[in-house]
């Protein structure tokens, strides 16, 4: 077995059927868009930057850390309210979170590539160039040109979303805004956060310096800030020099273990009809069984908790529970694992997703969920059976992961854990032009 990988991860038959599945051609240079340097460092500061937030007081890297792989490392997060970062994030007396973050915080690795046109676990926002934006989202009546992507668009649900970033009702201009309804055009919200940033001298400065139309006149808008942010995230964590891609690129093949774990994933368990590709999505949505907790993605006013995922969007009963398929870049320092992190360990999910709805019903509760009291329970989905049923029912019947089988995908999956992207490539700033204190 590990020799016939060897040849197959050694010759120069990358391209060819292997173990029944086509291996992935390597990433290029091609697979991304081009990146400003300047812009890409703007966009750091504003990253890392609370004056976005309501409050002023949460930034994007609260959510996105790179100490927890671009994510938080929890299973649902505290947005608005809550302080400290990763685990340790708390309430204080002051200003309790209403609820938790409804899904669990995605990583940002390889969003810059040409291919990720749908992004969020339920693709909400996509590329639809049919539309004067160019994007097809849930506030397109409210959309505006400007955006340079996907990844640049998705910027304005966290700082609108009050749990997230703006603050809640009454708190902050940025609130009242949201919560008035103004968000798009005069003294609406986002023009409101690019007057704080534009009002601070040297992002006014540095605006001018990147954006000729900034430079010539014009007021910063938000989309200039999105577009900045969205080239720092595309340049700081693009992530190509995993071994797995030292493989591809036919340097180094994969040997032992992992080579073992690269058969199964390629061919007797079939991983790669999902994962598939060189960033191993297939960009689509998969009812796959996983365990719902928290307040799930409802609005207030409806009754249940549950997150019906894609069939939000399309309203197909048919997608109903089924969730992108997330990349698995630097899988091992992304979790908890799922859409609602509902697996602390990635063993442990692993043999519960190959399993499918036969596991959903023995799902063993190993969140990591940090205490918020007086909040809908965050059990209320997984402790009716009927609703836990429903879930495992869509997800149709899987396979049993043998732990040799585990040991050698778990293996497989540590190649693709890339030490530049997961070091960043500009890292942590000192300082933001705001003088805020920065999450570190």
């Known amino acids: 077995m590990q020799s016939r990988l060897v040849i197959a991860f050694g010759a120069a038959l990358i391209a060819a059927p292997v173990f029944g599945w086509e291996l992935p051609a390597p990433v290029t240079d091609n697979d991304f868009a081009p990146i400003d340097r300047a812009e890409a460092e703007l966009g750091r500061d504003l990253f890392y930057d609370p004056i976005l937030s309501g409050n002023r007081n949460i930034s994007c890297a609260t959510c996105h850390h790179p100490r927890f792989g671009t994510s938080d490392g929890m299973s649902l997060g505290l947005g608005e309210g809550a302080v400290g970062v990763g685990p340790t994030r708390h309430i204080t007396d002051r200003d309790i979170p209403e609820q938790r973050i409804p899904r669990n915080s995605p990583a940002l690795f390889n969003l810059g590539a ?56 009454s708190e902050n201009d940025i609130s009242k805004a949201v919560r008035s309804g103004r968000i798009t055009g005069p003294d609406g919200a986002w023009e409101r956060i690019a007057k704080r940033v534009a009002d601070i001298p040297s992002y006014a400065e540095r605006f001018r310096a990147v954006y000729p139309e900034v430079a010539g006149g014009r007021p910063v808008h938000f989309t200039d800030i999105s577009n900045a942010i969205a080239a720092f995230v595309a340049f700081e964590w693009r992530s190509d020099q995993s071994p797995f891609d030292a493989a591809l690129r036919q340097e180094v093949p994969l040997t032992g273990l992992a080579a073992e774990g690269a058969q199964l994933f390629y061919g007797d368990l079939g991983c790669a009809s999902c994962h598939s590709g060189p960033f191993l999505t297939d960009q689509g949505f998969h009812a796959m069984g996983a365990p719902q907790l928290g307040p799930g993605k409802a609005e207030r006013f409806e009754s249940h908790s549950r997150d019906e995922g894609r069939m939000r969007v399309t309203g197909r009963p048919e997608d109903r529970f089924a969730f992108r398929t997330p990349s698995l870049r630097n899988v091992l320092q992304t979790g908890p694992w799922g859409h609602a992190g509902a697996h602390a360990g990635l063993r442990a999910f692993l043999k519960d997703h190959a399993a499918r709805g036969a596991a959903t019903a023995e799902y063993v509760r190993a969140a990591v969920l940090p205490d918020l009291p007086d909040t809908k329970p965050d059990w209320v989905v997984m402790d ?9 029912a869509a997800a149709g019947e899987g396979i049993t992961l043998s732990s040799e089988q585990a040991d050698a995908l778990m293996a497989f999956l540590a190649t693709l854990s890339d030490p530049v992207a997961l070091h960043g490539r500009m890292g942590i700033p000192e300082t933001v032009p705001s003088g805020l204190p920065i999450d570190r």
């Open 384 to 392: 009716d059976p009927a609703q836990v049923a429903e879930i495992a």
């Open 114 to 169: 040409r291919e990720f046109t749908r992004l969020f676990d339920d693709g909400r926002i996509e590329a639809d160039p049919s539309r004067p934006s160019g994007l097809r989202t849930p506030m397109e009546d409210e959309m505006v040109t400007g955006f340079a992507s996907v990844l640049s668009a998705q910027t304005m649900f966290p700082v609108l979303a009050p749990d997230e970033m703006a603050g809640h009702y």
